[in-house]
């Protein structure tokens, strides 16, 4: 069963331009929704995170939008940068559960 | 050492070896975790230790898999009987709780011939 369900796989955007990323969760238990950054050879890093007590989270260019009925929230990268082609996995846990990661979207911004 | 340390960082194992992988936590982390990551996918699972308590070994694919964290610092990952379709990325992490912020190593990439 895959708890996080996250699209989509693979995304291309130009420099400057917007990246949106989503994620869909099904255990109504989960109470933390991190994502991390993924570049080859690496482990993961945080990126940001949010609770779902706000419906939004900004941190510099990366904002995360959290829609609770629904079930989803989505990472948005303004002004995507080069430097910021990487792999992105959202993530989520609560109760006694342990962090469970999507799939993950690999990220191209083209110069 | 300021991050999470991972050894080896690549091997190489013959189909029905013995395979053991070190993680050396960030110091003063209580909790710490051991994940698969297959090519092209996020990390899953496999064990979680609070100290030197395994609490949730529910993510072991098998048991060829072992794992522990006897003084509740450094662990290792124990894979016995090594098979082609243990070729991965085993990630530790570790965190000052639970439920906060994981700390990644690098990984240890095992590919099984």
């Known amino acids: 069963q895959q708890q996080v369900k996250q699209s989509p796989q693979s995304l291309i955007v130009q420099k400057g331009g917007i990246s949106i990323i989503n994620c869909a969760y099904e255990?109504?238990?989960?109470?933390?929704f991190p994502w991390y950054q993924q570049f080859p050879g690496k482990g993961p890093a945080l990126l940001i995170a949010?609770?779902?007590?706000?419906s939004e989270k900004k941190e510099g260019r990366f904002t995360i939008s959290f829609n609770k009925s629904a079930k989803q929230f989505s990472l948005h990268i303004m002004d995507s940068q080069p430097g910021d082609s990487a792999t992105y996995f959202c993530?989520?846990?609560?109760?006694?559960?342990?962090?469970?990661f999507g799939k993950g979207t690999m990220l191209l911004v083209s110069p | 050492g300021a991050g999470v340390s991972q050894s080896p960082r690549y091997k190489v194992a013959k189909r029905g070896q013995d395979v053991a992988l070190r993680c050396d936590p960030i110091?003063?982390?209580?909790?710490l975790f051991w994940y698969q990551q297959a090519l092209g996918q996020g990390p899953e699972f496999l064990t979680y230790f609070q100290n030197e308590a395994q609490l949730d070994k529910s993510g072991l694919p098998s048991d060829r898999f072992f794992a522990e964290r006897p003084e509740g610092s450094v662990s290792t990952l124990k894979i016995q009987r090594t098979q082609q379709e243990d070729s991965a990325v085993y990630l530790c992490?570790?965190?000052?709780?639970?439920?906060?912020?994981?700390?990644f190593g690098e990984g240890s990439r095992l590919t099984v011939l």
């Open positions: 110091s003063g982390h209580v909790s």
């Open positions: 992490a570790s965190s000052s709780d639970r439920a906060g912020e994981l700390f």
């Open positions: 993530a989520a846990n609560g109760g006694y559960s342990t962090l469970t």
């Open positions: 255990n109504t238990a989960f109470d933390y």
């Open positions: 949010i609770r779902p007590d706000v």
